[in-house]
């Protein structure tokens, strides 16, 4: 892209804005017409001329568009550290910054209240409505021995019992209360004891630093609000050399998923997901992806350390 077309697609007061904000994460033109108190018009002219001009990229799932900073760019990837510092010193800062605050926090309540809705139901709802290709024992083969190891997003905690076969020490972490009480329950009827189960957001969790030789994310990260965000947070509570081994659906267009299943994001690409994870400092990135049978969504298979 040409070095002028993107100075003048930044010279605007409300352009710059936009850019603060997709620095901070992933939105549909409807999120940003909040987080900006504009018009859906003007928002949608605005990220036209950002993204022909190769400042943004737009990421479609179904009828969503996700709107981001750019990478492809390299004069925009050159100027982009000076401009994150400028753009701290915008007048609406604040404000756009506690309105991202605000979304990101609505897509976690819609999560939240649909899992404490479902949590008996969950297993049986999840297989039927999108099954999966078998992939549960090489995700577990992936996880080390001997090792404490923290789950999260345990759901109803069918995966402990397995863990807590390998692990020293077992955490599980769920940011819905129901899904909690019925993993105790599940772990109380297996007479399972020493797991240690706590209610936690996946992007804060109620963990130290270097709390954890291992983290699973067991199909988790689809229901993030920001799931670049909770790789980041993962790498904060493993040990120097800690594994990430991760589950997680290849990208597919089943948009109804988001209804009925509460998905925020319909999969994710290889490339995504190995993007994500080196900003979070995450290396040593190997992705498998586990076609399914008939009628089964595809898996990917990510362990990195």
Not at 79 to 88: D, K, W, Y
Not at 138 to 162: D, F, M, Q
Not at 185 to 211: F, S, V, Y
Not at 276 to 294: K, S
Request: glycine share 8%.
């Amino acid at each position: 892209m040409d070095m002028l077309d993107i100075l003048k697609a930044l010279a605007d007061p409300c352009r710059l804005r936009l850019v603060a904000v997709l620095l901070a994460g992933e939105f549909t033109v409807q999120e940003l017409t909040r987080i900006l108190s504009m018009g859906q018009s003007r928002i949608s002219r605005h990220l036209k001329i950002l993204t022909d001009a190769g400042v943004l990229t737009v990421k479609r799932q179904g009828t969503w568009s996700y709107y981001r900073a750019g990478e492809e760019d390299s004069f925009f990837a050159a100027i982009r550290p000076a401009m994150e510092a400028g753009l701290a010193t915008l007048p609406d800062r604040s404000k756009d910054l506690s309105a991202v605050t605000a979304v990101l926090e609505e897509r976690r309540r819609r999560s939240q209240e649909f899992f404490d809705r479902h949590a008996r139901q969950w297993d049986d709802l999840a297989r039927i409505l999108l099954p999966v290709s078998d992939y549960r024992e090489r995700l577990l083969s992936l996880v080390p021995e001997g090792k404490s190891v923290v789950e999260i997003g345990l759901g109803t905690g069918g995966l402990l019992p397995a863990l807590a076969a390998k692990a020293s020490r077992v955490i599980g972490v769920d940011h819905s209360p129901a899904m909690l009480e019925e993993a105790r329950r599940r772990l109380a009827l297996a007479g399972l004891a020493g797991i240690d189960l706590r209610l936690g957001d996946m992007t804060h969790l109620p963990l130290p630093d270097k709390a954890a030789d291992c983290a699973v994310l067991n199909m988790v990260l689809h229901h993030a609000a920001d799931p670049a965000a909770v790789l980041r947070e993962i790498r904060r509570v493993l040990t120097a050399g800690g594994v990430l081994v991760l589950a997680d659906l290849a990208r597919h267009e089943r948009e109804w998923v988001r209804e009925r299943l509460a998905d925020q994001w319909l999969g994710f690409d290889e490339d995504e997901l190995t993007s994500w994870l080196a900003a979070a400092g995450f290396f040593d990135v190997r992705c498998e992806r586990l076609e399914g049978g008939a009628g089964q969504e595809a898996v990917l298979l990510v362990k990195a350390l």
